[in-house]
């Protein structure tokens, strides 16, 4: 099963060790191998389940945020880019942990990201959940994990 749908705007080049390269130098991060072999698959897109549960409530749910797309690497949407994640942390005020790898539908005022925080540039991050308070709050170990806990938003049908 495809995890990420093509998107127009979201979907960037094929993804090759050169943009990986780049990307990593840009960034100043290594890229964890789960975010890259999503990328491998489809460059950015929209996931077939966008909703991910939390046991804390957001300034959107309860229980759960929504995302609208995983950001790819290059192209005129990726990470590395001049309205990439470096942009998006400046513009919104996130906390410096790492890297802005999701589009929400919020626009900006919530972010998905890879916390560097605990592990270095080169380890594994985790996947934080930054809300409108700015404080990153862990809810994945690694970026596989995070893809595993997706689901189906209220009103969709199933995917799994």
């Not at 999503?38 to 939390?54: A, F, S, W």
């Not at 290059?74 to 470096?86: E, F, L, N, V």
């Not at 990201?113 to 709050?137: H, I, K, Q």
């Amino acid at each position: 099963m495809m995890l990420l749908q093509d998107s127009a705007y979201f979907t960037g080049p094929p993804l090759s060790d050169e943009l990986i390269r780049r990307a990593e130098e840009s960034l100043g991060v290594k890229l964890p191998r789960s975010y890259l072999d999503v990328l491998r698959e489809r460059n950015g897109g929209t996931p077939v389940n966008r909703c991910c549960p939390t046991p804390f409530p957001t300034s959107w749910a309860p229980d759960h945020f929504e995302i609208h797309a995983v950001l790819g690497v290059g192209g005129s949407r990726g990470i590395d880019t001049p309205d990439g994640s470096a942009y998006l942390v400046a513009e919104w005020g996130y906390p410096e942990v790492g890297v802005v790898v999701c589009a929400m539908p919020s626009g900006g005022h919530d972010a998905v990201m890879l916390d560097y925080s605990e592990c270095g540039p080169v380890g594994e991050p985790a996947v934080a959940y930054v809300d409108e308070d700015r404080v990153p709050r862990r809810v994945a170990a690694s970026f596989a994990e995070f893809l595993g806990m997706l689901v189906a938003c209220d009103g969709e049908p199933p995917t799994r």
